[in-house]
Structures are given as C-alpha cells and as structure tokens.
C-alpha cells in the first residue's frame, strides 16, 4: 500500500490487471482518484491529449491502483472512438543487412565486432533477393535496418535501395534509423536534407523513428555513449518530414528510465506531429533484458513489468490523442496473451509480420521471427476486434472479415454501422 497525494493507492495484482478489460468507465469512474478522473475525463471529451498540464500528465504517467485501472479503461474507450474496432498490420519483411556494428548499444545483444565467428554482411543482390521473395508472397513493404560496420562505402545506402527498387518497384522501402541516417551524412559529407533527399529520389518511402530508445542525453550516455544525441535525433526527423519522408515514432521502456522519460517523450513527439504531420504511428518498444550487457552489469530492471508494458500503451493513446492516431502493438517484444492485452489498452495495430525479425529474438525475446497474416487475423478475432491490412503510412486498409458472423457488438462498432 502506497500514499500518493493523501490518497491511499495499492500495487495490483496480476489477475487485477489481465481482468481490466472487462471493465468499463462507468464501474471504476467513482474509484479513480479526483484529478487522474477530471483529467481522463477532459481528454474523453475533447478526444485531445494536448489540453492536460504538466502535472495531470505526470499523475497519469504514475498511476497505480484503481487510477491505474481508470487510465487503461479510458484508453480503450479513447481507441474506440479515434480508431474504431479495426486492428490493422502490414505485411512486411525485415531485412538487416549486417550484424556488424562499431557503436555498441548495451541494449544491444543483435551487432558484433567486425572479427567475431558469426558475422554476416548481406551482398545488394542479396538485400534485392530477400524484397524479391516478400513480394512474391504478398508483402508490399521491406524494412531494411543494420549494424553499422567501420569502412562502409559511403553511398551504400542509397546502393541498396537502387537495388531493391530495381528488383520490386512496387515495393515500400521503410529503411534507415537516424543512426544509420547520421553515419551516411558522415560517410559522403553531404548535407543532411541534400542527403535525405538523395535517398528519397532513389526509393526511401519512409523512415523507421527508431534509435530513439530515450531522448534524453542523459539516460543515452548509459544505454549507448556512441549513439546520435537527441538533439541529432530530433533534427533527422524533422527534416526527413520536411521532405517529404514520413516515419514511425517509438520509445524503448523498461530500462532505467522513469515515467518522466515517457512523459517527455510522447510530449515531444506530440509537439513535432503539431509541426509536421509526419509520424504515421507510435511504437513502444519494451526492453528485451536477457542477453543483455544494459542487464548483466546490472545498470537495468529486467524488463518492463506487466503494469509498464499495459500502461505505457494507454498513455499512449491518452497523450497522443488528437495528434498520432495510431498506436502498435511491437508482438515481438511480447508473448501472444500480453499483446492482445495491449490492444485492449489502447492500441489498434499490431505492426508486421516481420518474416525475419533478428534483434528482439537475439536478446532473448521468444515470440518468434514472423507472424503470419492468418495468426495475425486469429489473434485480433480472438481479441474480439476486426482484422485488417494496411499498407505502410495506413491509406489502404482492406478489411479481413471473420468467415464467422459478426457479433451483436462489433455490428454496432462505426464501421459497420
Ligand atoms: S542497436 Fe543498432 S547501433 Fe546500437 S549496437 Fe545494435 S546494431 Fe549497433
């Protein structure tokens, strides 16, 4: 039992928190405490999660107990009204093309040094292969991410996406953290936005928001000295949205971080959404601990807990309402129960099928390297929402109905009505 503000809140258990979304707002309004309930209700009513003060975002972002139920509940509610009852995915494949990298995230347990026994370094008709092989069996975007290997040829980004537009036109290429975006300014020396827009003219559709893990310096310096600062961070996305290249935002969790992180973060890219309109989505990624260095010299918990991997989903939504619409569900990071658990929690697409998912696996996660578009479809009827495709930036989404019936409820769902 913990004292909060004067009021008494409580750690729930873990069969409190799997039962919430039997609940609704109306069975736990009267047990949420008096400002995290004016303050779901504010957002319930505008559907804008740009109206709370700092200090309602930081009572959410620290709820417990029944707030903590409230704030799940509300985000489901929120994600009916803003989403609908659609789940959504893509049918993708990842392609990381080396695992050599010199820049040594201790998060990391995917890169290797350039003399260790199993490296790899994917050949551009190799890259151009993998793309090949996922259009032919129904993907329609690549996700090309890397280590970043000493003594690259410094247009070799740009070469693999030549290469893989070459093979499949159609295809979507979602490539280039902006790591790898600083390293290729690094590389040729060009200007960033001439860089960006170098590779956009030679095929990149759209940008992944990752290695941004925490934008904050400080909590950077532990995870990865090496890595982009957020300030570097921060510019790569603004100016890839200023030309044109759209991207996902995401936020690892988990970690050492506390609930402010999370609130700076999603605050943050709540404020460039405003200004850009560039993000098509919020990711958040839970730490994979197990093979770990973040883990093993002890400077990390060992992963989110139940109520962080729920609760950072359903700020989520809360925060980013009215400014990013979509929230995903990352199935890697998570078994099978807790990410369906999570589109109850505020969420309403569950990412891609992956084909080949290499970093989350290697530090230990075990929810397997592809999902297929039929788990996908069994996963979100048995969640009781509708399954649909979606292409990368959400503007084409062909609906999977169930060979069942729909039932009473989904019937009513906007969609369908
Ligand atoms: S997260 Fe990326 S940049 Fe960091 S060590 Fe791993 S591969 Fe390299």
Redesign the pocket.
């Known amino acids: 039992m913990l004292f909060r503000g004067g009021l008494m809140t409580r750690t729930l258990t873990q069969s409190e928190l799997e039962s919430f979304p039997s609940l609704e707002w109306s069975d736990l309004a009267l047990r949420v405490s008096p400002h995290s309930r004016t303050a779901l209700e504010q957002v319930m009513e505008t559907l804008d999660g740009g109206m709370l003060t700092r200090e309602q975002y930081s009572l959410l972002a620290n709820a417990d107990g029944d707030d903590l139920l409230g704030l799940l509940v509300a985000a489901d509610a929120l994600r009916r009204e803003l989403a609908g009852n659609i789940v959504t995915y893509v049918v993708n494949r990842n392609i990381n093309f080396t ?1 050599v ?1 010199f ?3 201790k ?2 347990a ?2 290797r040094g350039p003399r260790e026994a199993d490296t790899y370094f994917l050949s551009l008709e190799q890259v151009a292969q993998k793309a090949t092989e996922a259009w032919n069996i129904g993907a329609t975007e690549v996700c090309i991410q ?3 290997p000493h003594g690259l040829p410094p247009f070799h980004y740009r070469d693999i996406l030549r290469a893989v537009k070459q093979a499949v036109p159609g295809m979507h290429i979602h490539a280039f ?1 902006p ?1 790898e975006i600083v390293y290729g300014v690094e590389l040729t020396g060009m200007p960033l936005e001439d860089y960006l827009l170098m590779l956009r003219d030679n095929g990149l559709d759209t940008l992944p928001g990752t ?1 941004a893990e925490i934008l904050d310096d400080d909590v950077r310096f532990v995870l ?1 000295r090496n ?1 982009l600062s957020t300030e570097q961070w921060k510019q790569v996305i603004r100016t890839a949205h200023a030309c044109g290249i759209r991207s996902t935002s995401t936020l690892m969790y988990g970690h050492v971080e506390s609930p402010e992180h999370w609130v700076n973060q999603l605050l943050l890219f709540r404020e460039i959404q405003q200004q850009t309109g560039g993000f098509t989505e919020f990711v958040p990624l839970g730490f994979v601990h197990q093979n770990t260095l973040l883990f093993h010299q002890g400077i990390a918990r060992s992963g989110p807990t139940l109520a962080e991997h729920l609760k950072i989903h359903a700020l989520a939504r809360v925060f980013l309402a009215g400014a990013i619409n979509n929230i995903q569900v990352s199935w890697v990071k998570l078994n099978r129960n807790l990410s369906q658990l999570c589109l109850h929690a505020g969420a309403n697409d569950y990412g891609g099928t992956l084909m080949e998912e290499n ?1 989350s696996r290697e530090a230990g996660a075990t929810a397997g390297q592809y999902t297929s578009p039929q788990d996908f479809q069994a996963l979100i009827l048995e969640a009781g929402r509708i399954p649909a495709e979606r292409n990368t930036v959400y503007t084409r989404i062909n609906l999977k109905l169930p060979t069942e019936p729909l039932t009473a409820e989904q019937l009513l769902e906007p969609e369908f009505a």
Request: proline share 0%; aromatic share 12%.
């Open positions: 695992n990298c820049v040594g995230c998060f990391c995917f890169s890397g280590g970043l953290s790591m290695a990865s890595k970093i």
